[in-house]
């Protein structure tokens, strides 16, 4: 290949899977050696952030990006927020919508008009040959929405957005692709981070974080470099929160006019 010339993208794509985060580890431990997309139509057992089970009906894209030693391992943590920012530009390109109609919420989920559309689960594994192997699954909601939610969801067709999976893919994938190539070069995780926060929800506003063990509740004030939450409480005093469920107190202003359908 010419120097300077880009691989191309290559893609599974299949009918029904578990889930294609598992049908892409599966890969790496058959000694794939990345960069590859896994994408289904259907998955009978996806599943989300902290092991919850994800809707997974046909009509929707799933998607699991397998790349190889991304990032120095103190910097895996930065990837959600690298992955999130590339599907919200993908969407917003898809949508043609104003920048502020779709918006990224701390830690890794996409909102359209506030709502959220697209969830992300990061799964890495140390190979045998101490390479390691990481999975970017993403699930947007297209044509379908999960029910039972604790929090609003929107799909594109909802919205109005009217564009086949294959485009859907071929945007998502161009346009994480292209965040992770910021992120390992140059400035790295900073110039991420500065983009992210333009784009996103929250920034200000009072909130809730439900951690594992607890609650947690202040103002969402920042990001630090290493992708955590920082929370000011009423003290005045700052915590980084490094994973939780993220709720805002204040009521979410909603956006009236729809999403452009193209």
Known sequence: MPA?????????????????NSVALEAARAGDPGPLWVTAERQVAGRGRRGR????????????????????????SNLPLVASLGVRNALARLTGADDELVAVKWPNDVLVRGRKAVGILLESERLPDRRMAVVIGCGVNVAHVPDGTPYEVTSLEREGVRCDLDAIFASVAEEVERALAIFRRGEGFAAIRREWLAHAVGLGQACRVNLADGTLTGRFEALDERGRLILRGDDGKTTAVSAGDLFFLESAERMAPPVSAV
């Not at 929707?60 to 895996?76: C, Q």
Request: aromatic share 8%; charged share 20%; proline share 7%.
């Open 53 to 76: 089970a994800w809707v997974s009906e046909s009509g929707n894209l799933y998607a699991s990006w397998l790349v190889i030693d991304p990032a120095p391992l103190e910097h895996l």
């Open 4 to 20: 300077g010339t880009k691989a191309p993208r290559r893609r599974l794509a299949l009918g029904e899977v578990a889930s294609t």
